[in-house]
Nanobody, 125 residues
Framework: QVQLQESGPGLVKPSQTLSLTCTVS??????????WSWIRQPPGKELEWIGY???????VYSPSLKSRTSILRDTSKNQFTLQLSSVTPEDTAVYYC?????????????????WGQGTQVTVSS
């Protein structure tokens, strides 16, 4: 059973870099054909896809966030990390990591095989 767990600070100050880690257990982030995404849900809004890192380390980001986003991985720890720079209060959201077999992106929960429980991040001074 693959499990994903997000971790990171719950409060980030404006202009700083938000950094969250997703730890994967029960499966490898290098498993062929799997893609590991970050998705967020601001309060009162729909899910928003941020980007993914593929099994081979390739990354794809949402055009609206691309200039501020990096997704990295540590295969020795079976983790992947989201870095979102220059945050503002509009980046306040519940952040999720999720995984699916096959490329592409989606904001539908049903399109992902595995989800983390989510972590609240608030951007405030």
């Amino acid at each position: 059973q693959v499990q994903l767990q997000e971790s990171g600070p719950g409060l980030v100050k404006p202009s700083q870099t938000l950094s969250l880690t997703c730890t994967v257990s029960g499966g490898s982030i290098t498993k062929i054909s799997y893609y590991w995404s970050w998705i967020r849900q601001p309060p009162g809004k729909e899910l928003e896809w941020i980007g993914y890192i593929a099994h081979n380390g390739a990354t794809v980001y949402s055009p609206s966030l691309k200039s501020r986003t990096s997704i990295l991985r540590d295969t020795s720890k079976n983790q992947f990390t989201l870095q979102l720079s220059s945050v503002t209060p509009e980046d306040t959201a519940v952040y999720y990591c999720a995984s699916r077999a096959g490329p592409g992106w989606s904001t539908s929960r049903d399109d992902y095989e595995y989800w983390g429980q989510g972590t609240q991040v608030t951007v405030s001074s």
